[in-house]
């Protein structure tokens, strides 16, 4: 079946280095790809779509890079900052509903 | 303006109890879904509504879960008989339509913990 999975589950980084989150999928007819954040007590929050017919998206300090080739997804974070500690989701959207991977904890030290 | 609004946010059961978990999803929003999100895991799909017509129900785990969305807004799951593999967050989101396009806007969740 369909699974959209992740590299990492955990990532530590120092506060202002960049950060970059891993995702693999296994379904290569998905055609939109969405990043979400979650904190402790709440749900996903949305940061990021990319489109199948895209590379890279750029955001306010985020950038989304999608390989079609080897079914890859990335998010990088600039200038990591403690508010940006949480769990990180990529996500696949069908016609209605999301299928999420494990997901990414992100972990910034001063 | 408000977001989806999930209540209780918490809720302890005893097994076998039955439970109803309410979302209020965002005026307006034509689509709702509920999600299933085990701890450490990420959500799955449960159910979708598109106004008040249940469209995808694929995703509920058994017979003993049933979800209703009578005016087309706010919406109710219910577990009949909980079971301990029921403990889990329940997050509701609703978006303006159905579609890739239109981003789904998630509320805090309701813990339920069966014990």
């Known amino acids: 079946g369909e699974s959209v999975g992740l590299h990492l589950p955990t990532l530590s980084v120092q506060e202002g280095d960049n950060s970059i989150i891993n995702c693999a999928y296994s379904?290569?007819?998905?055609?939109?790809f969405i990043w979400y954040k979650q904190e402790s007590g709440k749900g996903p929050q949305f940061i990021i779509d990319?489109?199948?017919?895209?590379d890279k998206r750029q955001g306010q300090r985020v950038t989304v890079l999608l390989n079609k080739t080897v079914k890859h997804l990335s998010l990088q974070i600039a200038a990591t900052q403690p508010g940006d500690s949480a769990v990180y989701f990529c996500?696949?959207?069908?016609?209605?509903?999301?299928?999420f991977g494990q997901g990414t904890r992100l972990t910034i030290n001063p | 303006g408000a977001g989806v609004s999930q209540s209780p946010r918490y809720k302890v059961a005893k097994r076998g109890q039955d439970v109803a978990l309410r979302c209020d999803p965002i005026?307006?929003?034509?689509?709702l879904f509920w999600y299933q999100q085990a701890l450490g895991q990420g959500p799955e799909f449960l159910t979708y509504?598109?106004?008040?017509?249940?469209?995808?129900k694929s995703g509920l785990p058994s017979d003993r879960f049933f979800a209703e969305r009578p005016e087309g807004s706010v919406s109710t799951l219910k577990i009949q008989r909980t079971q301990q593999e029921d403990s889990a967050v329940y997050l509701c989101?609703?978006?303006?339509?159905?579609?890739?396009?239109?981003?789904?806007?998630f509320g805090p969740g309701t813990r339920l913990t069966v014990t």
């Open positions: 996500a696949e959207k069908g016609a209605q509903k999301l299928v």
């Open positions: 379904n290569s007819a998905s055609d939109y």
């Open positions: 990319i489109r199948s017919n895209m």
């Open positions: 509504f598109q106004n008040e017509a249940q469209l995808d």
């Open positions: 005026s307006g929003h034509v689509s």
């Open positions: 989101a609703s978006s303006l339509d159905h579609g890739r396009a239109y981003e789904q806007y």
